[in-house]
């Protein structure tokens, strides 16, 4: 008979311990993420009929109750789970708290959105002295704030803030939209209204809403600012801030206008000195016609020789690949071209605005149709054929080629509707 082998069974405990820490210390680690910040949505204090999203004047701590998740369709939702609550001053000294109470996590989360409105006396208690309720701020505005997080601690949670005065003054209605500028005018005039886009207002609290927005405030200067999105590719087209004043029974309205950029079919000079570009421009059975086209043009070369291509794609492939910023009027002259190619073969839309800031043809906001911007880039090859380092054109000549180089990218087409944006 075969002798035991202990040490090997002894090796095999020992890798199943060590399998089984790990997959404990895995889910451990997986729980704590799960409880991290709520990344998403909001929370807002409401009336008793939990009719409304933008209240925050109440004539009692009683009528004060609070709401959350998408305060809207098309905002995103706070993540499901059970959430402690929190009163304290503006400044964060506690005035009251459901960590310790009956029920630590009342707020419960489905669905993005919290179960029902709850009444915020009755889901905390006093910091003072544990009884049912919160204690008054000893701010003389009768200022609180309210803290919703899946952490005790109330680290990475949401925040409102409200006012309980006793004898509420006099109130206006302060409302804020947000529009998509497709004509880049900084005007509301396009008929796209923007939902869920993130607003703050701040005047002795600070309010944190996604539009649009009505909000029943006290009287007094408002100033009201929109945030910028994680996507890099939106613009705005309004002023940002803006200070409003909002007196006594009266609505104010503020309306921000963004816009953003992406593809509208340009192809880069590598595109028309490749096999690509050559078939198409030789879609008619020619070259000669678009090689006349950009005859016609005061396309300047590294000397600022104005350029004739004849019938010879050869010679605009080596021009168009050799071209360099030395002189800048050569390698704006290349950017030209590429994209009177692009509008000739259909590719890009001659009337699309672009983003061309620099330009003459731009509009106060910094857009130009692409039209207009191929015209303004010819008549200024035609007037300084060398931009050398030190002439004063020369950052001009830049911004036109900046502009027609983005452009021919594909990368600052004004979009004709709304692009995905996230907070």
Known sequence: MRPLAPHKNTSNWRRVIVIASIIIVAASVLTTTSYMAPNTGAIFTTNSSCSGTNVNIFNSKTDVYVDGGPAHEGAAGLPDGFYYIQVTEPGGALLGTSVGSATPTPVHVTNGEFEQCYQLEAVV???????????????GGGEYKVWVSPNSDFSNGKTDNFKVKPEVPASGTLNVNKFYDANANGINDDGQLITGWKIRIIDDVELFRFTPVSVVVAPDNYTVSEFDPAETNWIHTTLNPVNVTVDAGETETVEFGNLCLGPGGGHTLGFWSNKNGLATMNDGGSVCSELALLNGLYLRNGAGTRMNFGCDYTA???WLLSATATNMAYMLSAQLAAMELNVEAGFVNGNA????????????????TINNLMTEANAELTLHPTALAGDSWRAYQEALKNALDKAN?????????????TF
């Open 125 to 139: 208690i006093k910091a003072s002295d544990s009884t049912p309720g919160y204690d008054d701020t000893t701010n």
């Open 316 to 318: 605009f492939k080596n």
């Open 353 to 368: 605005l672009v983003y061309a800031p620099g330009t003459n043809s731009a509009n106060g906001l910094g857009f130009a």
């Open 409 to 421: 990218n594909n990368q600052t087409f004004v979009q004709s509707t709304p692009c995905p944006f």
